[in-house]
């Protein structure tokens, strides 16, 4: 089972450029990423990414679009649930697609500062900021991204160190190869699990927003207070 590096647009995502290639075994971009480093193995990217900024692939370079981020993504309940940015996601695409041991996340914090660059590349649209029923909470977006993919046993962390919005925990690259899911709540798993069954909030075609009037707020609210506790301490980064 392989180690993903995934890679977003924070400022702080620069760094990346001089890593060494190991121990990560696949890189993904997320959209704009792909430009912090030549060696990336997937960009993944919307539909209405701009065609000029999307890269050209070299052998063995793939692009992921919806046509095959969307069916993975409903393998893990859909967007409502899951949480409609691209870094939520790649990271489920990831999950589907590259069945890794470990997921570790860079320049994906979703913290977004007054002032100042927003990206690497100066600044841009916060996409986890706009108004969105699917993103009442990035954190509980993030519980249940930590906790499904620990009942596949692959732990999902966080290599970097400044602010964020997602509560993984937080690990070096020296120690990314160790890293290992932590416990969670099976019974608030499956609870959480049993309410997404109930209200049935699943869209096959991804395009979620074209039928909003069926998903009520405080149901979410509730589902998403689920998935936090299912993401007990030994799981979450709780500093």
Known sequence: MAIVLMLGSAPMAAEATTWPRGPF?????????????????????????????????????????ETEFVPAQNAFGGFVYAGATMAFTAAYWALHALKPRVLAVFGCDMHYPKSGLTHFYGTGTPDPLRSDITLRSLEAKSARLMVLAAMRGCA?????????????????????????????????????????????????????WEEAERFDPTALDRLDALWLQAASPPLRQTA
Do not use: H, K, M
């Open 25 to 65: 075994d696949r890189i993904v971009a997320i959209n704009n990423a792909w430009r912090v480093r030549a060696d990336w193995d997937y960009s993944v990217f919307p539909w209405d990414f701009p065609v000029e900024r999307q890269p050209v692939p070299a052998a063995g370079q793939q692009l992921v679009t």
């Open 156 to 208: 999902v962390v966080n290599l970097s160190t400044g602010p964020s919005r997602l509560i993984l925990p937080r690990v070096s690259r020296a120690a990314v190869a160790q890293a290992r899911p932590g416990r969670w709540c099976p019974d608030r798993a499956a609870e959480a699990l049993a309410l997404e069954a109930e209200l049935d909030y699943r869209v096959p075609s991804g395009r979620y």
